[in-house]
T-cell receptor, first 112, second 116 residues
């Protein structure tokens, strides 16, 4: 079964602390993995994707095929990082047009 | 460019009624996908339209149907509404570029549907 699991509904950290939002997936084959973010009163938007291997707003995520994980990390959290974060996957080669399977989301709360 | 636009923003219906939600894709996009997001859950894929045809479908009953017009805009229709259909309905658009060309899906603000 194709599934994305985000075990934490809420992650609360202090400003300047490291952040790791967990994402595990189940998929037969080689999926493409994404992190989407939704800031307060804004629409869902793409944060990063594993095939780009880039850092956006200080966030990085490494695909671990052995552990079927795609955890999102940032060394020093900022208050503006507070948002809802969704991990998602799609079939290989279809990330721009294929269906996305989302996790339940993790609310990141960065306290001053 | 306003990006993906959806209408209406909110809608209240009663059980058994029918509803139509509308989506205009981002300029330059030709593919539209619809998602249902229940409270506290991640979005769930309903279906996708490209070249005015349904190309992929998620695990939703036939009560959920759609349409895409020549200008790439799309409608989502839901018949015989149930209380469980109460949710935020999201539209996402993209350009059907070659795989791996880094063209992400863009989401609208959604339509909040409440069933009484």
């Amino acid at each position: 079964a194709q599934r994305v699991t985000q075990p934490e509904k809420l992650l609360s950290v202090f400003k300047g602390a490291p952040v790791e939002l967990k994402c595990n997936y189940s998929y037969s084959g080689s999926p493409e993995l994404f992190w989407y973010v939704q800031y307060s009163r804004q629409r869902l938007q793409l944060l990063l994707r594993h095939i780009s291997r880039e850092s956006i707003k200080g966030f990085t995520a490494d695909l671990n095929k052995g552990e079927t994980s795609f955890h999102l990390k940032k060394p020093f959290a900022q208050e503006e990082d507070s948002a809802m974060y969704y991990c998602a996957l799609s079939g290989p080669g279809s990330s721009n047009t294929g269906k996305l399977i989302f996790g339940q989301g993790t609310t990141l709360q960065v306290k001053p | 460019d306003a990006g993906v636009t959806q209408s209406p923003t909110h809608l209240i219906k009663t059980r058994g009624q029918q509803v139509t939600l509308r989506c205009s894709p981002k300029s330059g996009h030709d593919t539209v996908s619809w998602y249902q997001q229940a409270l506290g859950q991640g979005p769930q894929f309903i279906f996708q339209y490209y070249e005015e045809e349904e190309r992929q479908r998620g695990n939703f009953p036939d009560r959920f149907s759609g349409h895409q017009f020549p200008n790439y805009s799309s409608e989502l229709n839901v018949n015989a509404l149930l209380l469980g259909d109460s949710a935020l309905y999201l539209c996402a658009s993209s350009y059907r570029a070659p795989p791996g060309s880094n063209q992400p899906q863009h989401f609208g603000d959604g339509t909040r549907l409440s069933i009484l």
